[in-house]
């Protein structure tokens, strides 16, 4: 199939016309057709604004607004609506979004040399994390990318409900999440998709940390002193609660929530003022605490240690700008992690 079969075929780009002159023009308007308003299109959809577009794309506003002319002609539709808030995407352009993706991943992947040479890369990375993984990952890769490959970006976002799915898409390139070895988690490691590959970066585990003379460091440390006092809950890529709460209801043991966030520094400030009990990952709350006057325990339960796994879509384990990023990452982050 050649490649503009693949890529620009009526089904791919849902292209409806009511008469046999109006499938000759499309064919026609297809054969000539601009590769890179693909890419404008693509970028407005994420950015939903002209001058957004225009800055990532290093193009004038106009020059961005004449494209937008042509793909409202190309595909027969606004594409766009004018909000007081910028650009809307009409049905229309919200049913081309994820064909579309598809379609540029497609000609990426058709397009991109065989060898990866670093120094010579313009090559973008979409990545998804965890909030806790970024102090744990990005300070010990990113220093040797920037010197090796300085025209390579990433484009990071916090790991959400949606990760998964996005990377069984290919719609990212890599995410780094957490994941347990415990067997009584469904989180557990062996429920890893098999469309996907992984590599496990650092084993961590949870501990608590309550204020400088907390009531409780007068009491015997035990479950039930754990579970006498109030939490402090922190939710982070799109987890609702841990391994811990997962054991405790199996006791038919509960944790009483007082506050739930998603800010772990607000989190241990509001445990600092208050007798209110934090849960976090041991290597990024040691971490984020050198400096707060907090006191570490150990959970009064046993926990088999997680881990923070790279994940990626086995359709790029030979792409070797891939293999390049994830091998300098798994480097980085094994030299400096005890």
Known sequence: MSVRTLLYEEKQLNIRTTSFE??????????????????????????????????????????????????????????FERTAHGLRATPRAMQLAPELRQ??????????????????????????????????????????????????????????????????????????????????????????????????????????????????LNEEWNLDTFLKYRHIQVTFGGLEHWLLDDVLNIQQRYRDIAVNMTDFHSAMRLCEQSDLILCAPAKYALEMAKHDVLHVLNIPTRLEPGAYVLLWNKHFDLDPGHCWLRELIVNGVNKTMP
């Not at 297809?30 to 693909?38: E, G, P, Q, S, V």
């Not at 992947?109 to 973008?124: D, V």
């Open 103 to 216: 379609v540029l991943k497609q000609l990426e992947q058709l397009t991109r040399p065989s060898i990866f040479e670093p120094s010579m890369s313009q090559r973008k990375f979409r990545f998804h994390l965890v909030e806790t993984a970024y102090s744990l990952t990005y300070p010990f890769f990113m220093p040797d990318l920037l010197s090796l490959a300085p025209h390579v970006s990433l484009h990071s976002q916090t790991w959400n409900d949606e990760s998964l799915d996005k990377l069984l898409r290919c719609e990212i390139d890599i995410g780094i999440t957490c994941r347990e070895w415990d067997d009584r988690s469904p989180g557990h490691m062996c429920n890893i998709p098999e469309e996907l590959s992984y590599v496990e970066l650092v084993r961590d585990h949870p501990i608590c940390m309550v204020r400088k003379h907390h009531p409780l």
């Open 22 to 79: 109006g499938r000759l023009g499309v064919r026609k308007a297809l054969k000539h057709f601009d590769f890179n308003l693909l890419r404008v299109l693509e970028v407005l959809l994420e950015e939903q604004s002209v001058t957004a577009a225009a800055s990532r794309l290093h193009l004038s506003q106009s020059a961005v607004s004449k494209q937008l002319t042509r793909l409202r002609e190309t595909f027969g539709d606004q594409l």
